[in-house]
């Protein structure tokens, strides 16, 4: 009886934890219904009509183009140079004892710890006092820092998980460091690296403050965004394209969770 | 000993890589090194040696006239710093972020509860993914939304003329501090947006803290005449707390910092991260922008300081 009773949630529960989720989900519902209003010089609801002529006009449009180019040109370098270093300070980290490992965790979540701003303008004012000119590669550096923290999340969760005595199997059997690594280790922490890589690339693909500060002249999505926010132009434009950021956001998302989802900590837990 | 038994085991491997490899199995150090060395000089030196190069420049100052920094040291740039007028930036700003952790852990307890105790197998997966993808959604794009939601001729207004309840929400508006012309441009359209973006980083650690709370303990607590009320209040609440702790960091923290989301949909009155990026953009005056970033890092160390005191880590 009082098992059974503790089995069954209370309908206030209920109902708050539904009304959270809605909350969390109706505002991004309504990204997708705006991208089809024909009104184009506010935002009113109910739509007066729908039409699907802005995905056209977005199309065509070659400054979305060139800031979609850029923004996947940068996620994709910074996630590359996070996959090296994550994976090689989450191999020292895991894998051997050392005086400093706690202070290795913090270091890497440091980025991701303090507000954006305080990256950016850090950043900012040590290229500007190395006479550093802004360019696509100091937007890299930029992401490259703060994506580091995913791809060594991943990684040392799913390096705890390999037993040292698969490595050692490997030794006694002649096989050296990189044959082991080669055969052993990699295919272990293959999706590990690879959910951890994706999620890299979306959190690279939506960064705007730190972007702000070391982006010259060059806008990526999210700075073309942000100065449609500010000073809206073509209002039709700027609600296809938001579209079509969710979309694309959503796919790595389910990705690394599909990648992950068999082991203890699933990918994507903190951002 | 050991010697004689490395050279049983393991005769001498042949080519560079066997060479290389069995060099750095006998100097263990030397392979942390090649590791560790990498992402060092890249968080360890261009990082925290931009952070560093940044605080120093908060004991500049800038001289008044020519507005050059004058690179001698000095607190002048501290003592601007606690002008009233700064003073009210920091106040507002860490009271947003205090009622923005307030009101995200009241919307984020019960989602966290109903996954951690009641959802099961399909359902368990579709909160997660609930949860997730909203969190990992684009943050722009979640403003973007929300200016959508609280313009004057938008879904709200339309849902309050439904309703017949125009009338509450100009009483609302004409409210003198959380009032405003409209709901985009007041106090309480900032208060919702943060909660809005920063509320989904709260649900993972409570959740994790309360799939640990064992569910004997709450059988134990109604055997013993307790009701639902005096069960949450004396082992559940508890028991989360280092949850609710691990989550307020990050909604605290993120608050803090935030520029974007005031200067979109909010009052003109500026909060710090405005302050920060108005004076190192069109004031020019990098040190007392650098003074400003210094008042976040305290703040966060020491709430950090007492998260870790709480446990809150160990639910991260």
Same mark, same amino acid.
């Given at each position: 009886?009082?098992?059974?009773?503790?089995?069954?949630?209370?309908?206030? =529960?209920?109902?708050?934890?539904?009304?959270?989720?809605?909350?969390?989900?109706?505002?991004?519902?309504?990204?997708?219904?705006?991208?089809?209003?024909?009104?184009?010089?506010?935002?009113?609801?109910?739509?007066?009509?729908?039409?699907?002529?802005?995905?056209?006009?977005?199309?065509?449009?070659?400054?979305?183009?060139?800031?979609?180019?850029?923004?996947?040109?940068?996620?994709?370098?910074?996630?590359?140079?996070?996959?090296?270093?994550?994976?090689?300070?989450?191999?020292?980290?895991?894998?051997?004892?050392?005086?400093?490992?706690?202070?290795?965790?913090?270091?890497?979540? =440091?980025?991701?710890?303090?507000?954006?701003?305080?990256?950016?303008?850090?950043?900012?004012?040590?290229?500007?006092?190395?006479?550093?000119?802004?360019?696509?590669?100091?937007?890299?550096?930029?992401?490259?820092?703060?994506?580091?923290?995913?791809?060594?999340?991943?990684?040392?969760?799913?390096?705890?998980?390999?037993?040292?005595?698969?490595?050692?199997?490997?030794?006694? =059997?002649?096989?050296?460091?990189?044959?082991?690594?080669?055969?052993?280790?990699?295919?272990?922490?293959?999706?590990?690296?690879?959910?951890?890589?994706?999620?890299?690339?979306?959190?690279?693909?939506?960064?705007?403050?730190?972007?702000?500060?070391?982006?010259?002249?060059?806008?990526?999505?999210?700075?073309?965004?942000?100065?449609?926010?500010?000073?809206?132009?073509?209002?039709?434009?700027?609600?296809?394209?938001?579209?079509?950021?969710?979309?694309?956001?959503?796919?790595?998302?389910?990705?690394?969770?599909?990648?992950?989802?068999?082991?203890?900590?699933?990918?994507?837990?903190?951002? | 000993?050991?010697?004689?038994?490395?050279?049983?085991?393991?005769?001498?491997?042949?080519?560079?890589?066997?060479?290389?490899?069995?060099?750095?199995?006998?100097?263990?150090?030397?392979?942390?090194?090649?590791?560790?060395?990498?992402?060092?000089?890249?968080?360890?030196?261009?990082?925290?040696?931009?952070?560093?190069?940044?605080?120093?420049?908060?004991?500049?100052?800038?001289?008044?006239?020519?507005?050059?920094?004058?690179?001698?040291?000095?607190?002048?740039?501290?003592?601007?710093?606690?002008?009233?007028?700064?003073?009210?930036?920091?106040?507002?700003?860490?009271?947003?972020?205090?009622?923005?952790?307030?009101?995200?852990?009241?919307?984020?307890?019960?989602?966290?509860?109903?996954?951690?105790?009641?959802?099961?197998?399909?359902?368990?997966?579709?909160?997660?993914?609930?949860?997730?993808?909203?969190?990992?959604?684009?943050?722009?794009?979640?403003?973007?939304?929300?200016?959508?939601?609280?313009?004057?001729?938008?879904?709200?207004?339309?849902?309050?003329?439904?309703?017949?309840?125009?009338?509450?929400?100009?009483?609302?508006?004409?409210?003198?501090?959380?009032?405003?012309?409209?709901?985009?441009?007041?106090?309480?359209?900032?208060?919702?947006?943060?909660?809005?973006?920063?509320?989904?980083?709260?649900?993972?650690?409570?959740?994790?803290?309360?799939?640990?709370?064992?569910?004997?303990?709450?059988?134990?607590?109604?055997?013993?005449?307790?009701?639902?009320?005096?069960?949450?209040?004396?082992?559940?609440?508890?028991?989360?707390?280092?949850?609710?702790?691990?989550?307020?960091?990050?909604?605290?923290?993120?608050?803090?910092?935030?520029?974007?989301?005031?200067?979109?949909?909010?009052?003109?009155?500026?909060?710090?991260?405005?302050?920060?990026?108005?004076?190192?953009?069109?004031?020019?005056?990098?040190?007392?922008?650098?003074?400003?970033?210094?008042?976040?890092?305290?703040?966060?160390?020491?709430?950090?300081?007492?998260?870790?005191?709480?446990?809150?880590?160990?639910?991260?």
């Amino acid at each position: 009886m009082r098992s059974d009773r503790l089995n069954r949630s209370p309908l206030g =529960l209920k109902i708050a934890a539904a009304a959270g989720l809605a909350f969390m989900h109706v505002p991004i519902l309504l990204i997708f219904l705006y991208a089809f209003t024909t009104e184009e010089k506010s935002y009113q609801f109910p739509p007066p009509g729908l039409t699907t002529q802005w995905l056209a006009v977005a199309w065509n449009r070659p400054d979305v183009w060139a800031a979609l180019t850029l923004s996947v040109k940068v996620a994709s370098i910074a996630t590359a140079v996070a996959l090296v270093l994550g994976t090689l300070c989450a191999a020292a980290v895991s894998q051997t004892r050392f005086f400093g490992r706690e202070t290795i965790s913090l270091l890497v979540i =440091l980025p991701i710890a303090l507000p954006g701003i305080i990256t950016g303008i850090a950043l900012r004012s040590a290229f500007s006092m190395a006479e550093i000119p802004f360019s696509f590669w100091t937007i890299v550096l930029g992401h490259a820092t703060f994506c580091i923290v995913v791809v060594y999340n991943n990684a040392v969760a799913r390096f705890r998980r390999i037993s040292g005595s698969l490595v050692e199997a490997s030794m006694d =059997l002649g096989a050296d460091g990189f044959q082991t690594f080669r055969y052993i280790i990699l295919p272990n922490i293959g999706t590990a690296l690879l959910a951890g890589g994706m999620l890299a690339f979306a959190l690279s693909f939506d960064e705007v403050i730190v972007t702000t500060f070391t982006a010259g002249q060059q806008s990526t999505l999210p700075i073309w965004m942000l100065e449609e926010l500010i000073r809206p132009r073509q209002r039709p434009v700027t609600n296809v394209v938001a579209m079509i950021v969710v979309l694309v956001t959503f796919l790595p998302i389910l990705g690394a969770y599909y990648l992950t989802r068999d082991g203890d900590q699933i990918a994507g837990a903190g951002k | 000993m050991t010697a004689v038994a490395e050279n049983l085991m393991s005769p001498e491997r042949r080519g560079p890589t066997g060479r290389l490899s069995d060099f750095f199995w006998k100097h263990p150090h030397v392979l942390l090194t090649v590791l560790l060395a990498p992402p060092l000089l890249w968080l360890g030196v261009v990082y925290i040696g931009s952070l560093f190069a940044l605080l120093l420049q908060s004991f500049f100052s800038i001289d008044d006239f020519s507005g050059l920094i004058n690179y001698e040291f000095t607190f002048a740039t501290y003592r601007q710093l606690l002008s009233e007028t700064n003073l009210d930036i920091i106040l507002r700003t860490v009271s947003m972020a205090a009622i923005v952790t307030l009101a995200s852990a009241l919307i984020a307890f019960p989602i966290a509860y109903y996954a951690a105790r009641y959802a099961q197998g399909k359902w368990k997966v579709l909160f997660y993914l609930g949860v997730m993808l909203p969190l990992w959604s684009s943050y722009l794009v979640k403003i973007y939304a929300w200016k959508l939601i609280l313009a004057k001729e938008g879904i709200v207004t339309w849902f309050f003329e439904k309703l017949h309840l125009l009338w509450l929400l100009d009483a609302w508006l004409s409210l003198p501090v959380v009032g405003g012309n409209s709901l985009s441009v007041s106090y309480t359209g900032t208060f919702i947006v943060f909660v809005y973006v920063w509320m989904p980083f709260m649900i993972l650690p409570i959740q994790a803290a309360l799939e640990r709370v064992p569910t004997n303990l709450i059988e134990a607590s109604s055997d013993l005449g307790g009701t639902p009320a005096q069960t949450f209040r004396h082992v559940l609440f508890p028991l989360a707390l280092p949850g609710i702790v691990a989550g307020s960091i990050f909604t605290f923290s993120l608050t803090l910092g935030d520029y974007i989301i005031p200067q979109i949909i909010g009052s003109s009155r500026l909060f710090i991260g405005q302050a920060v990026y108005a004076q190192q953009g069109t004031a020019g005056n990098i040190p007392l922008a650098a003074a400003f970033t210094v008042v976040p890092i305290v703040i966060m160390g020491a709430y950090l300081w007492m998260a870790k005191r709480m446990g809150a880590f160990d639910a991260l």
